[in-house]
C-alpha cells in the first residue's frame, strides 16, 4: 500500500480525484459520519506521486515510504 | 524626595518603573507627553514604543503584547478611547490585562479640550460590545496617579482584566510635587505566549459561553466585594454627602471642610474606584442623611446614577439625590459651596 | 521513489472548511514550511476575522484571534515583544484589505518582521460571499447581485504589488492553490517568507489565490478552473520583491 486514507475526514470534494494523474481514486458507496462518500486509492493504479496529499484540503492521505525502494 | 513633575510625565516614568515593556499609541491633546515620554525612555529599559497609525492599531498592539505576558499600556483622550473600545472588549474577552489611561477631555464628537469627566458611563459601564467590566481608578492628584499604576497592573493581572486609570485632561497639564514609586522588576506572565503551546487555549468555536458566564460573574463579584477604593469624610454625622472624584473630588473637599467650619453638617465621598463603585462607602453615612450631592465636571450629570442607585441599595432610602455638574474644568471650592446653598434654599431641583 | 508526505502534526485534525475550499491546503504548506524550517515550536499565529478563523479549532500553537483586519496591528505588538518567535498573520482578503487595510499597510510600511499570509478568495467567504476589495469586475457576489460595477466600487486590489512597489518589505509574492504546480510553487514563497523573518529581513507577504467554490457557486474543480482561466491574468502569480538574505 502506498497511500493511507482517513476517511472519517473526506468532504468529496472530488479535487484529488481530478488531480490523480493515473485515475486511481474513486468514491466509495459508503457514508462517513459527516454524510459524504469518501475517497478510495486502487492501489494497483496508485504510483504514490503525492499529488492527492498536495491538493486535499482536509489532510485525508498519507503517502507512505516506498517499501524496497519499488517504483 | 518629592520632585515637580507634570502630571503626563510623572504617569509615565511610573508606568515604567510598574515594569510596562510596551507602549503603543496615537497623539491625542492632553494625552501625548505620556507617549512622548515613552516613545524614548521605554528603549532605554528594553522595552518598546509603537507610534501606531491610529487608535484602533495601537490597542490592538497592546492586545499583541499583552498576549505574550507583557505589562503594555495606551494612553488617549476623548474621541480616541472611542476607537480603542474594539479592543478593549478583545482584550477583555480574551482576559488579558492591560492599562488604558484617559486623560479625559471634554465634548462628543471631536469635542474640545477642556479638562472634563463626561466620559464617565463609558468608562465604568463598559463602552465597547458585549458584556465586561474594567476596573476603573480615579486619582485626584498625580501622586494618587503615579501611586495607582503599579496597582494599576496588580489588579489586572489578579483579576485578569484590563483596568483604566480615567484621569482628567487638567491632572495631565498640571505640575506638583511627586515621589515616584520604586523600579520593579519587569515580569512576563506565565500565561504570555512563547512560540511553544506551553499554556494551552481553546478556540474560538470550541468555547461555552454558558460556563464562562458563571467564571466571569464570579470574577466581577469578588472585584465587587475586595477592590472597593474611596476617601472620605465627615459621613457619620452629614446632613449632606458630596461624592465627588478625581480633580472635582479635590476641590469638593475643600468645599466640604470649608462648609464645615461655616457649621453646615456636610461629608464627603471620593471614590477612587469608580468601578467597581465603592458602594461600601455609603455604609458609613449617617443613616439620617438629607440628601446626597454629585459635583461633577460633565453637562449631564452622569456620577449621579450610581450615587442614586447605591442610596437606595444601601441606604435604603428616598432621600433626594442632586447632581451639581459644572461641565468642564474643575470646579471652584466657592462654585460649590454657592450652589449647595442654592440646593438648600430649593432653588436647585433634585435629580432622582 | 515516493517520499513520505504527510499531514504536520500541528494541523493533523479535522478542519470546518467547506468542501474544496483553498484554506485547508495554505495551512497544510505553512505548517509543512515551519516544521521543516525547525520552526513549528517557535510560531505564534494572529488569525484574522473570516473563513480563516476557523484556523483557530484545528491549529495546536500559540494563536490568538485578532478583531476583524486587525492582524497586522496585534502581530506588530507580538513581534515586538517576542522578537525570537515567528509571528505569522492568517488572514482573507476581506480581512486584511477590506477592513484591516490601515493596519495592514501600516505593518508593511513600517517593515515589522512578520509574515503576513492572505488568502484571496475574491469574496468575503464566511458571511456568505459578498464583495471584497478583490472582486473581480462583474464578478457576482451577494452584495453585487448584477456583477461588480467597478465604476461605483472602484477596481480589485493588488496588494502585494502595491506593498513591494511603495515600500521596502524583504519578500512579497502571490501564489495559488489551483494546481499540484502552483501549490508547489506556493509553498516556495511560504517557506522564503518565514526564512526572510528568521533572517530578521522585515515584513514578508505572501497572497494565496484560493477557491471559494460554496460562494462562487462552483464545483470544486471547476473553481479551481475559475483561478487558472480567469483570475490569474489579473492577478499574477510569482515574486515581487526579494531582499535575498540583506538584513536590514
Redesign the interface.
Known amino acids: 500500500m502506498?497511500v493511507t486514507v482517513k476517511s472519517?475526514?473526506c468532504?468529496?470534494?472530488?479535487?484529488c480525484y481530478?488531480?490523480c494523474p493515473k485515475g486511481a481514486i474513486s468514491f466509495s458507496q459508503d457514508t462517513n459520519a459527516s454524510g459524504?462518500h469518501p475517497v478510495m486509492v486502487d492501489d494497483e493504479k496508485c504510483?504514490?506521486?503525492?499529488?492527492c496529499?498536495?491538493?486535499?484540503?482536509?489532510?485525508v492521505?498519507?503517502?507512505?515510504?516506498?517499501e524496497r525502494?519499488v517504483? | 524626595m518629592a520632585e515637580m513633575m507634570k502630571g503626563n510625565v510623572a504617569i509615565a516614568e511610573a508606568a515604567v518603573r510598574a515594569g510596562v515593556r510596551f507602549y503603543a499609541g496615537y497623539p491625542i491633546t492632553p494625552s501625548s507627553e505620556i507617549m512622548e515620554y515613552l516613545s524614548w525612555r521605554l528603549s532605554e529599559v528594553g522595552g518598546s514604543f509603537v507610534q501606531a497609525e491610529s487608535e484602533l492599531a495601537g490597542i490592538n498592539m497592546v492586545f499583541g503584547a499583552s498576549s505574550c505576558g507583557v505589562r503594555a499600556m495606551t494612553a488617549s483622550s476623548g474621541p480616541g478611547i472611542s476607537l480603542k473600545q474594539e479592543g478593549i472588549s478583545a482584550l477583555s474577552d480574551e482576559e488579558l490585562p492591560a492599562l488604558v489611561i484617559n486623560m479625559v477631555r471634554y465634548g462628543n464628537g471631536l469635542g474640545t479640550l477642556f479638562s472634563s469627566q463626561c466620559d464617565y458611563h463609558r468608562e465604568t459601564h463598559g463602552g465597547g460590545h458585549g458584556d465586561y467590566r474594567c476596573i476603573v481608578l480615579s486619582p485626584s492628584s498625580i501622586q494618587e496617579a503615579v501611586d495607582l499604576i503599579p496597582t494599576a497592573y496588580e489588579l489586572g493581572e489578579k483579576y485578569r482584566v484590563v483596568v483604566v486609570l480615567m484621569s482628567e485632561g487638567a491632572l495631565g497639564q498640571m505640575m506638583e510635587p511627586v515621589e515616584l514609586p520604586e523600579f520593579l522588576e519587569p515580569k512576563k506572565n506565565y500565561w504570555g505566549f512563547d512560540g511553544k503551546y506551553s499554556y494551552k487555549k481553546i478556540g474560538i468555536f470550541d468555547r461555552d459561553s454558558m460556563k464562562e458566564a458563571v467564571e466571569l460573574n464570579k470574577k466581577y463579584a469578588e472585584i465587587k466585594e475586595k477592590e472597593q477604593r474611596w476617601e472620605s469624610e465627615g459621613l457619620e454625622d452629614a446632613d449632606y454627602v458630596f461624592v465627588a472624584y478625581g480633580l472635582p473630588g479635590r476641590s469638593t473637599l475643600g468645599a466640604v471642610r470649608s462648609l464645615r467650619d461655616q457649621g453646615y453638617k456636610v461629608g464627603l465621598i471620593r471614590p477612587i474606584t469608580t468601578w467597581p463603585f465603592p458602594e461600601n462607602a455609603f455604609r458609613e453615612v449617617n443613616p439620617k442623611v438629607k440628601a446626597m450631592i454629585t459635583v461633577e465636571a460633565n453637562a449631564t450629570g452622569q456620577l449621579v446614577d450610581d450615587v442614586a442607585l447605591y442610596t437606595k441599595k444601601i441606604l435604603k432610602s428616598d432621600i433626594p439625590v442632586y447632581a451639581l455638574p459644572f461641565v468642564y474644568g474643575v470646579p471652584p471650592m466657592k462654585e460649590i459651596q454657592n450652589k449647595f446653598r442654592q440646593i438648600l434654599a430649593d432653588e436647585i431641583k433634585e435629580v432622582y | 521513489m515516493p517520499a513520505e508526505r504527510k499531514v504536520p502534526e500541528m494541523i493533523d485534525r479535522p478542519m470546518s472548511f467547506c468542501p474544496g475550499c483553498g484554506h485547508g491546503i495554505i495551512i497544510r504548506l505553512i505548517c509543512e514550511c515551519l516544521e521543516e524550517l525547525g520552526q513549528d515550536q517557535n510560531v505564534i499565529f494572529p488569525i484574522g476575522v473570516g473563513c480563516s478563523s476557523n484556523l483557530g479549532g484545528g491549529l495546536v500553537a500559540d494563536r490568538l484571534h485578532c478583531l476583524h483586519g486587525r492582524a497586522g496591528a496585534v502581530a506588530t505588538g507580538i513581534k515586538r515583544v517576542n522578537p525570537d518567535n515567528l509571528v505569522i498573520t492568517y488572514q482573507g482578503d476581506g480581512d486584511a484589505y477590506s477592513i484591516g487595510i490601515a493596519e495592514t499597510t501600516n505593518a508593511a510600511y513600517r517593515n515589522e518582521n512578520i509574515t503576513v499570509i492572505t488568502v484571496n478568495n475574491t469574496n468575503f467567504g464566511m458571511t456568505g460571499g459578498q464583495m471584497s476589495l478583490t472582486t473581480m469586475e462583474g464578478q457576482k457576489t451577494s452584495t453585487t447581485v448584477h456583477g461588480r460595477d467597478c465604476s461605483v466600487t472602484g477596481f480589485p486590489i493588488r496588494f502585494p504589488e502595491l506593498v513591494a512597489s511603495q515600500f521596502h518589505p524583504a519578500y512579497v509574492a502571490r501564489g495559488s492553490v489551483s494546481s499540484p504546480a502552483n501549490i508547489k510553487k506556493t509553498k516556495g514563497y511560504i517557506k522564503k517568507a518565514l526564512q526572510a523573518q528568521i533572517n530578521r529581513e522585515g515584513y514578508s507577504m505572501v497572497e494565496v489565490m484560493s477557491p471559494c467554490p460554496v460562494n462562487w457557486g462552483m464545483k470544486p474543480i471547476q473553481a479551481m478552473e475559475r483561478i487558472n482561466n480567469d483570475l490569474i491574468s489579473y492577478y499574477p502569480l510569482g515574486e515581487f520583491t526579494e531582499k535575498g538574505g540583506e538584513t536590514r
Open positions: 502506498k472519517a475526514r468532504k468529496e470534494c472530488g479535487l481530478s488531480f459524504y504510483i504514490g506521486c503525492g499529488t496529499y498536495i491538493t486535499c484540503p482536509d489532510g492521505f498519507h503517502v507512505l515510504k516506498s525502494g517504483l
